[in-house]
């Protein structure tokens, strides 16, 4: 399989993100399970790519992807 941004993919579809340092946090909806799961991203707590976990703080399901916050790494791949 092709690497993806899928960072990109999720936020260009309109599908609530979070982040903590390198890892990408994904709502659980409908449309995120489906574009999670065309990319290759495995939807379920048996995958080491994308477990899920709840929310403290609105109390719902979120995905929780490992090195896919791509934003985090510009700060390394800046040229001065």
């Known amino acids: 399989m092709q690497d993806v941004d ?6 260009e579809n309109n599908i609530e993100l979070g982040s903590h340092e390198s890892d990408l946090y994904v709502k659980k ?3 995120s399970v489906e574009l999670l799961e065309k ?3 495995k939807t ?3 995958s080491v ?3 899920t976990f709840i929310s403290q703080i609105d109390k719902s ?11 985090f790494y510009k700060k ?5």
């Open 6 to 11: 899928i960072y990109e993919i999720l936020k």
């Open 76 to 80: 390394f791949t800046k040229r001065g």
């Open 44 to 46: 379920d707590n048996t």
């Open 39 to 41: 990319y290759g991203f």
């Open 29 to 31: 909806s409908h449309k």
């Open 49 to 51: 790519r994308c477990s």
């Open 61 to 71: 399901i979120w995905f929780d992807l490992p090195f896919q916050f791509m934003p």
